[in-house]
Structure formats: C-alpha cells, structure tokens
C-alpha cells in the first residue's frame, strides 16, 4: 500500500514514540526514568528513541522563552509578498537569525514570517534594510503583538 501524500516523507512513528512525544510536550526535563515507566520501556530504550526523533528532526527539545522576559520588546508577524521562486525566497528569509518561524502559506501572503526585535529601530533596519532588500520581496505587511494570551507546543500526535 502506498503512503497517502499527506504522509509522503515523514517518518512513520508507533504508539509508543508517540507517547514518549507526548511525555515531553508535558515537560522536555521530564527524567528518561520516568518517560520509561509511563510508555512501558527502559530507561535506556527511551533515550535511545529519543535520540532517533532528534536526530530525524521529528523533535527538538528546546527552552521556550517569553522574548519580552530576555530583552526583546517587540514581537511581531510578517506578511510577505513574493515574486518568483517561493522556496528560494524562503530559504534567504529563513537565514535572518530575527526570523524565528517562516512559512510558505496559500492566501493573501506567500510567507509568514514571525520576527523578535528589540526596539523600533531594530524593527526598521530588519524590514528596511534586510527583509525588503530581498529581490524576490515585493510587499511586506507587520502585525506587531500587542499581548500574547495563548502559546502551546502540544497540539498531540496524529
């Protein structure tokens, strides 16, 4: 049987990776000891599958941060209009360290791109000077965040 499109290229993951996923979206510190006991493996087992989903980038364990808490004052979304080659100007947005998340989307915009800043200035020179300077790059629209209410990482496993 052939793999549906929607699943084309993503590895396949048992019941029991799936749990250890879920295990860590409650706490990524969560003990590989503890992790064992609730899937059923050992402690061993469930860092060495740990590991396969890092290493496929299936999961990263990261420490998720309020940007306002470490000194970033502005948060914000960007709308971007592109002209030729969406993944190309992807992968050039992609490598602005400010850009934390870049997606291509099918709408009014080509790419969403979320950006963290400092101040107004740092704002001005990334959209001025790095993001509208792109030659793929022919309209930009900013949704700067006025309070985040709702962040989550643990939307399960399909």
């Known amino acids: 049987m052939a793999a549906s499109p929607r699943r084309a290229g993503r ?20 003990p590989y000891a503890t992790i064992g006991k609730a899937v059923g493996l050992s402690e061993a087992a469930v860092r060495q599958r740990v590991q396969k ?4 980038g299936t999961v990263q364990i990261v420490a998720v941060t309020d940007p306002q808490q470490i ?3 502005r948060q914000l979304m960007i709308g971007i209009n592109i002209e030729g080659d969406l993944e190309a100007a992807a992968a050039e947005l992609a490598e602005i360290p400010e850009l934390v998340y870049v997606v291509l989307t099918a709408g009014s915009f080509d790419i969403l791109a979320e950006a963290v800043v400092t101040d107004d200035e740092h704002l001005l020179e990334l ?10 790059v022919r309209r930009t629209e900013t949704f700067m965040y006025l309070k985040l209410k709702k962040q989550t990482y643990n939307w399960g496993i399909a």
């Open 11 to 30: 590895p396949q993951l048992d019941d029991t990776s799936k749990a250890i996923i879920e295990q860590l979206q409650q706490d990524g510190r969560r």
């Open 53 to 56: 989903l890092v290493d496929s």
């Open 71 to 73: 000194g970033f004052a």
């Open 127 to 136: 959209l001025n000077d790095r993001i509208r300077k792109l030659p793929a």
